[in-house]
């Protein structure tokens, strides 16, 4: 039995390595067309790779997947988070978990889990092509043709486990299968803003903040950290998969608001300030940070409401004080661009999710044929959840729906 896996990232390894405990004497080889495997393992979780994420269940689990994360729960029922870590932990990978619940291996490098992969493919006979695109595959009566650069190979089973990218030509190697590609976008991305005052914060992490794109519903609340070129944390990336399809619609450029201290009521947040002001009437207004926000964001709040830092509260004007008020809980940011600092991760779209059976990640359309990772149309949130996908995904793929040797 010839078992070829296009793609040799996280779903691609765990997929061969299933595959050699499932069937043995299955020849397998991974096609990988960059010359490095694994190059989205090493990035992540900034380098530490945040390799899955301590959920309360399967249905919590399933809810970090905004396009359809329910149709993983077939998936997850075979293979969970909790088997995750059970695996990783029988294969010598000791690992943490940090107060959001994301884990990470306990050496914090993403090598470890490298090491791990490339280890266990060689020890058992996987063979290993780098700098090998596949140009095509080609669906026979018994089985698949793939076509490579220089020559073409027969396979009985294909496991494709790409990954995704936002560019159309990503996915031109399976036009010949017929499936249908929803058009992929990227998702989990930090924002460009135009504010150099807000930017000038640099290294600012404020908790609880509630992030909203004016005149839609897309919101989220978490971590907000401030970069030299905008925005990005937990909170940002959030919000940039939930609404990515529209984002990338509005060429990345809107305005965001944001509520620095999460989802409160003005009148509350009045009150609050009325009493500080009342209470501090002889101290420095920009020595007397409301709530727990960071001291230069206070300042950086004052100033846009037209309050010198150094004046006393005694001296705090109405006008001043309902700009405050609206600007701590609704502050208006225009941003310019969807943040190219960083490797982008993740993407929204990729094959149809309805033409594959989720009880076995095999085809709908072509028997012998299986999908598993972020090359199908599922994204989730930053935390560990992409990489909880492709494990999960991978495993049931290799099941190959149960085949006899």
């Known amino acids: 039995m010839k078992i070829a896996i296009i793609g040799g990232g996280a779903a691609g390894f765990f997929a061969a390595i299933e595959l050699k405990k499932n069937y043995h004497d299955a020849e397998i080889t991974i096609f990988e067309k960059k010359s490095k495997f694994l190059t989205k393992v090493k990035v992540s979780g900034g380098g530490r790779c945040n ?73 058992s006979g996987v063979e290993l092509l780098s700098s090998t695109p596949v140009l095509a595959v080609n669906a026979l009566e018994d089985g698949f043709e793939l076509i490579l ?131 501090e009437r002889l101290k420095n207004i920009g020595n007397t940070p409301l709530e727990n926000l960071p001291e230069r964001l206070w300042i950086y709040l004052l100033k846009k409401s037209n309050i010198d830092p150094n004046a006393k509260w005694m001296s705090l004007s109405k006008r001043q004080l309902n700009l405050l008020v609206s600007n701590v809980c609704d502050d208006k940011i225009d941003v310019l661009a969807r943040s190219r600092t960083t490797q982008e991760y993740v993407c929204a779209g990729g094959v149809s999710i309805a033409e594959v059976d989720f009880l076995t990640m095999e085809s709908k359309v072509h028997k012998g044929l299986y999908f598993a990772g972020e090359v199908l149309d599922v994204d989730g949130f930053t935390g560990g959840y992409n990489l909880q996908n492709a494990w999960s995904t991978a495993y049931v793929a290799a099941q190959l729906s149960k085949k006899e040797e």
Not at 92 to 111: H, L, M, T
Request: charged share 20%.
């Open 51 to 123: 390799f899955t994420h301590n959920s309360a269940s399967i249905s919590e689990l399933c809810k970090n997947y905004p396009r359809d994360g329910s149709r993983l729960k077939k998936v997850f029922s075979q293979f969970s988070h909790i088997d995750a870590l059970k695996w990783f932990e029988n294969n010598g990978v000791d690992y943490v978990i940090d107060e959001e619940d994301c884990v990470f291996p306990a050496s914090q490098n993403s090598q470890t889990i490298i090491d791990l992969f490339l280890k266990k493919t060689k020890q």
């Open 149 to 279: 650069e220089d020559e073409k190979r027969l396979f009985d089973y294909v496991i494709v486990t790409v990954g995704g990218k936002a560019d159309a030509k990503f996915y031109s190697f399976l036009q010949n299968l017929n499936h249908t590609i929803v058009r992929a976008v990227p998702a989990l991305f930090s924002f460009e803003i135009a504010d150099a005052n807000l930017k000038s914060l640099m290294g600012v992490s404020v908790e609880n903040v509630l992030c909203r794109i004016k005149q839609t519903k897309f919101s989220a609340q978490g971590i907000v950290l401030v970069t030299h070129w905008g925005l990005s944390g937990p909170a940002i990336l959030k919000l940039s998969s939930l609404a990515a399809n529209y984002l990338n619609e509005q060429l990345y450029k809107f305005e965001l608001s944001m509520a620095w201290i999460g989802q409160v009521n003005e009148n509350l947040i009045m009150e609050k300030i009325v009493q500080i002001s009342e209470n």
